[in-house]
């Protein structure tokens, strides 16, 4: 019980951190924001926990297509905010434009040899 405790401390931290670095600098809080650490993490986890180096290999591969997906949320939200829809709707509405994104992924990547 204690280690899923640091666990989630330790993965709690990363995501406060990133938020009060982008009250005082956004940029570097982008920076931060941006490196994979929810993924480094749980490599790290999985590697703690003894999973085979291919389970971790696997999860790697398959998190590179997904990120692909997610690119569109963070080009979605800029144009909707400047285009002065408001927070909720264009947080909104870049996150079902991204769902469906990733849905049509989790269909396409299939057929050109990509399992995920």
């Known amino acids: 019980m204690l280690y899923y405790a640091l666990k989630i401390i330790i993965s709690a931290i990363v995501i406060v951190a990133i938020a009060e670095i982008a009250k005082r600098n956004t940029g570097l809080a982008a920076l931060v ?14 590697h703690i926990e003894g999973a085979a180096v291919s389970q971790i290999a696997d999860l790697s591969k398959q998190i590179f297509w997904f990120v692909l997906p997610s690119l569109l949320f963070f080009v979605l939200l800029p144009i909707f905010l400047k285009h002065g829809l408001g927070f909720w709707l264009s947080l909104s509405l870049s996150g079902v434009a991204t769902i469906s994104c990733y849905f049509s992924f989790m269909f396409f990547l299939p057929r050109i040899g990509v399992q995920l």
């Open 33 to 46: 924001a941006s490196l994979p650490l929810t993924s480094l993490l749980a490599f790290i986890w999985l």
